[in-house]
């Protein structure tokens, strides 16, 4: 028996990959649902991969937006433009409700609303309840418990920045090419990102700002309000743009920017195997935390159904990351 901490991105694909192929798994989620506030970007990869495991591929892009192009501008009068690797744009409520509904096709057993408050790293066995466990894989996020007690010494970071995701009003025209993703870069004392998608369905933007990290209570969902003058001052060479998307948002997600350092961390070792955010959590800047929270959850469960040692996998996972860091 398999048990899976955490019902994000991670936990649910393995979950339901495993429970496609009839392997025994039980998932504990504490929320009783999971969504969230930001949007993300998926490459193909990360698509080919989602559909390898058994998400139907036609519910990931109904879901989702295709990406023509990026477009760099740091600063702006230095524009450079590339192709995508296949990238899409998803909210993260979508993505999530595509792989739920996948793991619940499966008969994937989920149990949301259950909260884990510890656990015995050399046991495996979970509190409340004492329930033991032969292998449990920790997909419990970048706060996990699992790597509380594993390597109480690896804990998450401040990364530098603040992180604030927002979708503009239906109908948002900015004065920039659609289905594009336009990224505007500050470069000073306290560096800045602009960047934002648009097409006639959405119109989403971010900014990451240089600064000491906010309190805890003026995280998630807020007024936009409050940091109007911190983007227009930290980014004074796209005033309309600005104005444009400012102009049309009410409400924007914020969160402090935190990393989980990977480069000494501790050999994986059973019972508890980490995934995903829990063992190496990266800033947003890399753009890659979804795609390798899915890698994880994918190779862990090719090792199970082939009787592969997961430890071996997660090591490997970890020399594919730290090689991607350089």
Same mark, same amino acid.
């Given at each position: 028996m398999v048990t899976i901490l955490g019902g994000g991105i991670a936990g649910t694909v393995l979950a339901g990959g495993l429970a496609r192929a009839g392997y025994p798994a039980v998932g504990y989620e504490r929320r009783p649902n999971v969504r969230g506030g930001a949007f993300l970007f998926l490459d193909a990869h990360t698509h080919r991969t989602l559909v390898d495991l058994g998400v139907p591929g036609d519910q990931l892009d109904a879901a989702s937006y295709r990406v023509d192009g990026i477009r760099v501008g740091a600063p702006a009068s230095e524009v450079r433009e590339s192709a995508t690797a296949g990238h899409r744009l998803y909210h993260r409520t979508d993505l999530m409700r595509v792989l739920t509904e996948f793991a619940w096709a499966a008969g994937a057993d989920i149990r949301y609303? #259950?909260?884990?408050? /510890?656990? /015995?790293?050399?046991?495996?066995?979970?509190?409340p309840g004492g #329930?033991? #466990?032969?292998?449990?894989?920790?997909? =419990?996020?970048?706060?996990?418990?699992? &790597?509380? +007690?594993?390597?109480?010494? &690896?804990?998450?970071?401040?990364?530098?920045?603040v992180v604030l995701y927002a979708t503009a009003a239906p109908g948002t025209r900015p004065n920039t090419t659609p289905s594009v993703l336009h990224f505007h870069r500050h470069g000073s004392d306290t560096p800045a990102t602009f960047g934002h998608f648009w097409n006639e369905s959405v119109a989403v933007w971010f900014v990451r700002l240089t600064r000491a990290p906010i309190e805890v209570g003026y995280t998630g969902? %807020?007024? !936009?309000? &409050?940091?109007?003058?911190p983007i227009r001052t930290a980014l004074p060479e796209i005033p309309y743009l600005l104005d444009t998307l400012l102009d049309h948002t009410a409400m924007v997600h914020v969160s402090n920017a935190r990393s989980v350092p990977l480069a000494k961390a501790r050999p994986? +070792? !059973?019972?508890?195997?980490?995934?995903?955010?829990? =063992? %190496?959590? !990266?800033?947003?800047?890399?753009?890659?935390?979804? +795609?390798?929270?899915? =890698?994880?959850?994918?190779?862990?469960? %090719?090792? !199970?159904?082939?009787?592969t040692d997961p430890v071996d996998t997660m090591a490997r996972r970890r020399a594919e990351i730290l090689a991607q860091l350089g």
């Open positions: 609303g #259950t909260a884990i408050s /510890d656990l /015995d790293p050399d046991s495996g066995v979970l509190y #329930t033991a #466990t032969d292998l449990l894989i920790a997909a =419990d996020g970048i706060d996990s418990i699992a &790597r509380t +007690r594993l390597e109480p010494e &690896r804990v998450a970071e401040y990364a530098g920045q969902f %807020h007024p !936009l309000a &409050r940091w109007i003058e994986p +070792r !059973l019972p508890v195997i980490l995934c995903g955010d829990a =063992d %190496h959590a !990266l800033s947003p800047a890399s753009g890659v935390g979804a +795609r390798n929270a899915i =890698d994880d959850a994918a190779a862990l469960c %090719h090792a !199970l159904l082939d009787g």
